[in-house]
Antibody, heavy 117, light 113 residues
């Protein structure tokens, strides 16, 4: 059974940093592109970042470029999102998801990031 | 960027009756490889999103056959043949054609009358 378990969310001050993690199991992690998708409270879904199987290709939504860094450790079956210089508008539930046919087929339960002073 | 516009944004439905959600793209979603990467997701209250349909009309494993997707180019539709209570939630279309910036529609909230 595919499982994606996010962690690392919490309350962070504007301008601060946070590192999200996603522990994957039940599939061959190193064979899949992975993504982060976020959802602001009461709002819709927004794709945030993608990373290729070996980490050689990485893409971000414009609003997080230069501030967020997606990475992965295939030996640990883990995906990460380093969030720096966070803003109030980064407040959201952050999901990690597997990529299949240019879409997201498995999702975690999400980890909540709240940016507030 | 490809903008996806869903309608309606709110859809009250009667149990057992059909429901239909439209998703229109600002540009054709036909990729140069010939595929159309239009997907549909369901998000039940308090749950993570779940993909229902990929590449316009392909149902994911375990998705009831009362859900169907259709369309081409810029116009797409998700249909529920007979709405059940468990179908309550928000439905999103999403395009994966424009690489690498994938986008979602605004969401359509389905509720029981």
């Amino acid at each position: 059974e595919v499982q994606l378990v996010e962690s690392g969310g919490g309350l962070v001050q504007p301008g601060g940093s946070l590192r999200l993690s996603c522990a994957a199991s039940g599939f061959t992690f190193s064979s899949y592109w992975m993504s982060w998708v976020r959802q602001a409270p009461g709002k819709g879904l927004e794709w945030v970042a993608n990373i290729k199987q070996d980490g050689s290709e990485i893409y971000y939504v414009d609003s997080v470029k230069g501030r967020f860094t997606i990475s992965r450790d295939n030996a640990r079956n883990s995906l990460y999102l380093q969030m720096n210089s966070v803003r109030a508008e980064d407040t959201a539930l952050y999901y990690c998801a597997t990529v299949h046919t240019r879409s997201f087929d498995y999702w975690g339960q999400g980890t909540l990031v709240t940016v507030s002073s | 960027d490809f903008v996806l516009t869903q309608s309606p944004l709110s859809l009250p439905v009667t149990l057992g009756q059909p429901a239909s959600i439209s998703c229109r793209s600002s540009q054709s979603l036909v990729h140069r490889d010939g595929n159309t990467y239009l997907n549909w997701f369901q998000q039940r209250p308090g749950q993570s999103p779940r993909r229902l349909i990929y590449k316009v009309s392909n149902r994911d494993s375990g998705v009831p056959d009362r859900f169907s997707g259709s369309g081409s180019g810029t116009d797409f539709t998700l249909k529920i043949s007979r709405v059940e209570a468990e179908d309550v939630g928000v439905y999103y279309c999403m395009q994966g054609t424009q690489w690498p910036t994938w986008t979602f529609g605004q969401g359509t909230k389905v509720e029981i009358k």
